[in-house]
């Protein structure tokens, strides 16, 4: 096989999280303003799918001992 010309880099995926390049040359501050930008997305993707869950959870498992749709329902 011939090798190709150019530089040594691999075109594939970066080692980092998903969504985050790390770059040579930008200040420490830049990189914890896009870090936290990115955590709180992720977080706020969270919160919005799993209060509900959390809150059957955590009534399924008090006591006395609810049926899910005593749980569910609004009386």
């Known amino acids: 096989m011939a090798s190709r010309g150019g530089s040594?880099?691999?075109k594939g995926k970066s080692s980092g999280?998903?969504?985050l390049k790390v770059e040579e040359g930008v200040p420490v501050g830049k990189c914890?303003?896009?870090w936290?930008?990115?955590t709180m997305k992720k977080a706020k993707?969270?919160?919005?799918?799993?209060?509900?869950p959390l809150v059957i959870v955590?009534?399924?498992?008090?006591?006395p001992k609810p049926q899910l749709?005593?749980?569910l329902s609004p009386v």
């Open 8 to 10: 040594a880099k691999g």
């Open 17 to 19: 999280a998903k969504g």
């Open 32 to 34: 914890v303003k896009v």
């Open 36 to 38: 936290t930008t990115w």
């Open 45 to 52: 993707v969270v919160a919005h799918w799993g209060f509900i």
């Open 58 to 63: 955590i009534g399924m498992n008090s006591e």
């Open 69 to 71: 749709f005593q749980l």
